[in-house]
Nanobody, 119 residues
Framework: QVQLVESGGGWVQPGGSLRLSCAASGRTASSYALGWFRQAPEKEREFVAT????????YYADSVKGRFTISRDNAKNTVYLEMNSLKPEDTALYYCAAARATNANYDYWGQGTQVTVSP
């Protein structure tokens, strides 16, 4: 069992930056791949980025490549999403999730943190 708690969301102007954090707890949390997903109003949830349990492999959605960076600190059981050059279309509820591997089903989900990008 893995518990996930996101933080760091908020309001930011277009072009601004935010850093999301997700604290993972549970006996085997550090052995899971951790990913970020998002869901905008009236849209389906979509993949944003993921990182392997070692931190050596990272994957991004095309829409965020070059602007977002995912990282993890296994000593703190925390994954981060650094978001730069934010656009209004990045507005969404951002979820952290855990999976046995980066390409496996995500079995555990956090409650989400809201990111709003507007003037």
């Amino acid at each position: 069992q893995v518990q996930l708690v996101e933080s760091g969301g908020g309001w930011v102007q277009p072009g601004g930056s935010l850093r999301l954090s997700c604290a993972a707890s549970g006996r085997t949390a550090s052995s899971y791949a951790l990913g970020w997903f998002r869901q905008a109003p009236e849209k389906e949830r979509e993949f944003v980025a993921t990182v392997s349990y070692t931190g050596s492999s990272k994957y991004y959605a095309d829409s965020v490549k070059g602007r977002f960076t995912i990282s993890r600190d296994n000593a703190k059981n925390t994954v981060y999403l650094e978001m730069n050059s934010l656009k209004p279309e990045d507005t969404a509820l951002y979820y952290c999730a855990a999976a046995r591997a980066t390409n496996a089903n995500y079995d555990y989900w956090g409650q989400g943190t809201q990111v709003t990008v507007s003037p």
